[in-house]
């Protein structure tokens, strides 16, 4: 079973900012947190990783609090390209945990 | 540099013939990993294998083997296909690191009638 809870839909406009929060409660203390994208017919692209505070890059923020049993990924200002799978991954070196996806969240962003 | 690259990109099969999805990485990744993604689904996990020589069982191993012969190379095997093995196969790597990401190849759509 995944260790991460996501929404399963979002829907959001060009333009905006979009926010998918991921709930891990029981986090080790090895684990980092792994986000990857999803088109249609392509295999996952990883967007971004963390283990605490915030992290970006190019193409999106990550925020993890204090407790590390949740986190964010931030899409600044979405475009129709965006529209995709998101998926949030947490686990380590030690453990298989990281290689197992979920469902993830479905973006669909509209002109 | 080609990352992963999957052969073939589809296969249809008949109920009990066998195939071999074949996987290559040129990205001197010690890890390897075979997953299944139905439609509207995530992708689960078949079997991985963290070196040369070596392989585990994931998720949902049942009906499918497989075998890390080289190090840039990881098969994925079906002995007798059913239909529920319809799916699109995806294959990915990673480097041996606490915060290894995977890399993933473009898929194999796999229908079994």
């Known amino acids: 079973l995944a260790k991460t809870t996501q929404p399963i839909s979002m829907d959001s406009y060009e333009g905006q900012e979009v926010n998918i929060t991921c709930s891990h409660n029981?986090?080790?203390?090895?684990?980092?947190i792994t986000w990857y994208q999803q088109f249609p017919s392509q295999g996952p692209r990883f967007i971004i990783q963390?283990?605490?505070t915030k992290v970006t890059n190019e193409v999106a923020s990550l925020f993890i609090p204090a407790d590390r049993k949740s986190s964010t990924l931030s899409l600044p200002r979405v475009s129709l390209s965006d529209t995709a799978v998101y998926y949030c991954?947490?686990?380590?070196?030690?453990?298989?945990?990281?290689?197992?996806f979920g469902t993830g969240t479905r973006l669909q962003v509209f002109p | 540099n080609a990352g992963v690259t999957q052969t073939p990109k589809f296969r249809v099969l008949k109920t009990g013939q066998s195939m071999t999805l074949l996987c290559a990485q040129d990205?001197?990744?010690?890890?390897m990993y075979w997953y299944r993604q139905d439609p509207g689904m995530g992708l689960r996990l078949i079997h991985y294998s963290v070196g040369e020589g070596t392989t585990a069982k994931g998720e949902v191993p049942d009906g499918y083997n497989v075998s890390r012969l080289k190090k840039q190379n990881f098969l994925l095997g079906l002995e007798s296909a059913a239909p529920s093995q319809t799916s699109v196969y995806f294959c990915a790597s990673s480097q041996d690191s606490a915060d290894e990401k995977l890399f993933f190849g473009s898929g194999t759509q796999l229908s079994v009638l």
């Open positions: 991954l947490v686990g380590s070196a030690y453990n298989t945990d990281k290689l197992i």
């Open positions: 963390g283990y605490k």
């Open positions: 990205m001197n990744h010690e890890y």
């Open positions: 029981n986090i080790a203390t090895n684990d980092y």
